[in-house]
């Protein structure tokens, strides 16, 4: 019997939020095809990003949580991501391949500087 594999569901990282739309906004993602949960980060053009932890510029700051599977692989496209006020899965967050512990423990903090808490 094949295994198969169910990608993440939109909002599936939520643990809470705050009343109403507080938590999430409207934006951009540039570029990628991403998961729900995908940690974001904002571009010079403040255009969300996945994050890039070994980057010198912007793009290295965790600021966001993807709500929705978003394919951006042919042009930038509308996206609802979390940025404030909100609680999420540890389990449940995309991470870039690779990020070291320290790395992810500098996005942690940036993100709940952010008031997103990850449990």
């Given amino acids: 019997m094949a295994m198969i594999t169910e990608p993440r569901w939109t909002g599936?990282?939520?643990?809470?939020?705050?009343?109403?739309?507080?938590?999430?906004?409207q934006g951009i993602l540039a570029a990628g095809k991403?998961?729900?949960?995908?940690v974001l980060a904002k571009n010079a053009d403040g255009d969300f990003v996945a994050l890039a932890p070994g980057a010198n510029?912007?793009?290295?700051?965790?600021a966001a949580i993807l709500?929705?599977?978003?394919?951006a692989?042919?042009?930038?496209?509308?996206?609802?991501v979390h940025a404030r006020d909100c609680e999420v899965h540890d389990e449940c967050l995309a991470w870039p391949d690779g990020i070291t512990d320290?790395?992810?423990t500098?996005?942690?903090k940036a993100l709940?500087?952010?008031?997103i808490v990850v449990r």
Avoid at 12 to 24: D, I, L, P, T, W
Avoid at 34 to 38: F, I, L, R
Avoid at 67 to 71: I, V
Avoid at 73 to 80: A, I, Q, R, Y
Wanted: charged share 25%.
């Fill in 12 to 25: 599936e990282h939520v643990v809470s939020e705050a009343n109403g739309q507080r938590s999430r906004e």
């Fill in 34 to 38: 991403h998961a729900a949960g995908t």
């Fill in 57 to 62: 510029d912007a793009t290295k700051t965790a």
């Fill in 67 to 71: 709500y929705a599977p978003t394919d």
């Fill in 73 to 80: 692989s042919e042009g930038p496209v509308p996206c609802v």
């Fill in 102 to 104: 320290a790395q992810k």
């Fill in 106 to 108: 500098t996005a942690l």
């Fill in 112 to 115: 709940d500087g952010a008031g």
